[in-house]
Nanobody
């Protein structure tokens, strides 16, 4: 599976963005998708994950209540809605997929096998 994140940009604190993750392949609906981010000088960290049907989601405490992950399997798309953005949300955001044998959303980077190129989100104060 190939993944491509898009939708990033420059936004003021308190603003919103919607990131998209486009996936190729017929197995997309059978894959758990996660979102991760890497801020300047920081390690890559978990943001959110969504199960295969979209019924199960998992969020990092730092974004809970502000970010929402969703998916449209008919379009091979996963979305991450970012609300109430803060300067500390500035990062490159990546989407990633677990392999077909694993169907639980996971916060662990090592559990994701396929990674797309990221999209930059910059939040100004």
């Amino acid at each position: 599976v190939q993944l491509q994140a898009s939708g990033g940009g420059l936004v003021q604190a308190g603003g919103s963005l919607r990131l998209s993750c486009a996936a190729s392949g017929r197995t997309f609906s059978s894959r758990v998708i996660g979102w991760f981010r890497q801020g300047p000088g920081k390690e890559r960290e978990f943001v959110a994950a969504i199960g295969r049907s979209g019924g199960t989601t998992h969020y990092a405490d730092s974004v809970k209540g502000r970010f929402t992950v969703s998916r449209d399997n008919a379009k091979n798309m996963v979305y991450l809605r970012l609300n109430s953005l803060k300067p500390e949300d500035t990062a490159v955001y990546y989407c990633a997929s677990r392999n077909l044998r694993n169907f639980q959303p996971s916060p662990n980077l090592g559990d994701y096998e396929y990674w797309g190129q990221g999209t930059q989100v910059t939040v100004s104060s």
